[in-house]
Protein backbone atom coordinates (compact mmCIF):
# COMPACT_ATOMS: atom_id res chain seq x y z
CA UNK A 1 0.00 0.00 0.00
CA UNK A 2 1.47 3.48 -0.67
CA UNK A 3 0.02 6.51 1.11
CA UNK A 4 0.77 9.99 -0.44
CA UNK A 5 1.67 12.29 2.59
CA UNK A 6 3.48 15.88 2.12
CA UNK A 7 6.75 16.63 2.98
CA UNK A 8 8.39 19.77 4.27
CA UNK A 9 12.10 19.59 3.09
CA UNK A 10 15.05 22.60 3.61
CA UNK A 11 16.20 24.04 0.92
CA UNK A 12 19.12 22.50 0.80
CA UNK A 13 17.76 18.47 1.30
CA UNK A 14 15.36 19.70 -1.80
CA UNK A 15 18.20 20.69 -3.74
CA UNK A 16 20.02 17.45 -3.18
CA UNK A 17 17.12 15.07 -4.08
CA UNK A 18 16.18 17.28 -7.45
CA UNK A 19 20.14 16.65 -8.27
CA UNK A 20 19.95 12.95 -7.16
CA UNK A 21 16.66 12.67 -9.46
CA UNK A 22 18.18 14.81 -12.14
CA UNK A 23 20.92 12.63 -12.62
CA UNK A 24 19.03 9.37 -12.94
CA UNK A 25 19.51 7.88 -9.20
CA UNK A 26 16.29 8.06 -8.47
CA UNK A 27 12.97 7.97 -10.38
CA UNK A 28 11.19 10.51 -8.27
CA UNK A 29 11.91 12.86 -5.10
CA UNK A 30 9.74 10.12 -3.71
CA UNK A 31 11.74 7.05 -4.63
CA UNK A 32 14.68 8.89 -3.35
CA UNK A 33 13.19 9.67 0.29
CA UNK A 34 11.81 5.68 0.27
CA UNK A 35 15.63 4.72 -0.16
CA UNK A 36 16.81 6.95 2.59
CA UNK A 37 14.05 5.31 4.83
CA UNK A 38 14.73 2.05 3.97
CA UNK A 39 18.56 2.56 4.69
CA UNK A 40 17.37 4.38 8.17
CA UNK A 41 15.42 1.03 9.15
CA UNK A 42 18.40 -1.22 8.13
CA UNK A 43 20.66 1.19 10.35
CA UNK A 44 18.34 0.48 12.99
CA UNK A 45 18.30 -2.95 12.43
CA UNK A 46 21.82 -3.41 12.62
CA UNK A 47 22.08 -1.69 15.61
CA UNK A 48 19.42 -3.45 17.81
CA UNK A 49 21.55 -6.58 16.67
CA UNK A 50 24.93 -5.42 17.51
CA UNK A 51 23.43 -3.95 21.11
CA UNK A 52 21.72 -7.17 21.46
CA UNK A 53 24.38 -9.42 20.58
CA UNK A 54 26.90 -6.60 22.99
CA UNK A 55 24.31 -7.50 25.91
CA UNK A 56 24.76 -11.27 25.69
CA UNK A 57 27.81 -11.17 25.92
CA UNK A 58 27.77 -8.63 29.04
CA UNK A 59 25.64 -11.01 30.61
CA UNK A 60 27.66 -14.12 29.87
CA UNK A 61 31.09 -12.28 31.28
CA UNK A 62 29.26 -11.22 34.18
CA UNK A 63 28.33 -15.17 35.18
CA UNK A 64 32.60 -15.30 34.83
CA UNK A 65 33.68 -16.90 37.29
CA UNK A 66 36.29 -14.64 39.33
CA UNK A 67 38.89 -17.04 39.87
CA UNK A 68 38.86 -16.92 35.63
CA UNK A 69 39.34 -13.51 35.34
CA UNK A 70 42.41 -12.61 33.58
CA UNK A 71 44.39 -9.94 34.65
CA UNK A 72 44.98 -7.04 32.39
CA UNK A 73 49.07 -7.25 32.17
CA UNK A 74 48.55 -10.99 31.55
CA UNK A 75 46.06 -10.75 29.07
CA UNK A 76 48.58 -8.08 26.84
CA UNK A 77 52.23 -9.11 27.79
CA UNK A 78 52.91 -11.17 25.02
CA UNK A 79 51.80 -8.92 22.67
CA UNK A 80 53.84 -6.08 24.17
CA UNK A 81 56.60 -8.30 23.85
CA UNK A 82 56.12 -9.22 20.48
CA UNK A 83 56.05 -5.05 19.58
CA UNK A 84 58.94 -4.68 21.36
CA UNK A 85 61.29 -7.31 19.26
CA UNK A 86 59.71 -6.03 16.33
CA UNK A 87 60.99 -2.41 17.01
CA UNK A 88 64.45 -3.60 17.60
CA UNK A 89 64.52 -5.40 13.89
Request: zero cysteines; proline letters at 2%.
Amino acid sequence: MTVKTTLSLPDRHHRFLTEKVGQGMFASQSSAVAAALEQMIRDEEERDMALGTLAGEVQSRLQTPRKDYVEGDDAFAAARSQLQTSRKT
